[in-house]
């Protein structure tokens, strides 16, 4: 069992900055790879970032939408995983989830059905 607790959305104006976290416990075998996935009003979930934990080093990818403005971090206990969001825009508006799965399997890990460990989200809100 794996409990995600997400926390640091809120509402900013375009252009602002927000840091997510995402406070993990339980099974560390079960979060060997941990994403954030959002979910805009009347669109499905969809892929922002990833970390997995290689031993003492992380791999990360991103969305092409987030990529260079978006950074993904955790710390080596797989305790905390956080999302810095720069140059914020009415886009990246929605509910923003912290998910955890076992594998280190990285071919789809942008597959939202791969993670079984899932936060109840937390909401970012952009204004034009």
């Known amino acids: 069992q794996v409990q995600l607790v997400e926390s640091g959305g809120g509402l900013v104006t375009r252009g602002g900055s927000l840091r997510l976290s995402c406070a993990a416990s339980?099974?560390?075998?079960?979060?060997?790879?941990m994403a954030w996935f959002r979910q805009a009003p009347g669109k499905e979930r969809e892929f922002v970032s990833r970390?997995?934990?290689?031993?003492?080093?992380?791999?990360?990818d991103y969305a092409d939408s987030v990529k260079g403005r978006f950074t993904i971090s955790g710390d080596m206990t797989k305790t905390t995983l956080n999302l810095t969001m720069n140059a914020l825009g009415p886009e990246d508006t929605g509910i923003y989830f912290c998910?955890?799965?076992?594998?280190?399997?990285?071919?789809?890990?942008?597959?939202?059905?791969?993670?079984?460990?899932w936060g109840q989200g937390t909401q970012v809100t952009v204004s034009p």
């Open positions: 970390i997995v934990w290689r031993g003492k080093f992380t791999e990360t």
């Open positions: 339980g099974s560390v075998h079960r979060r060997n790879m």
């Open positions: 998910a955890a799965t076992p594998t280190t399997a990285t071919a789809r890990a942008r597959d939202s059905r791969l993670y079984a460990s």
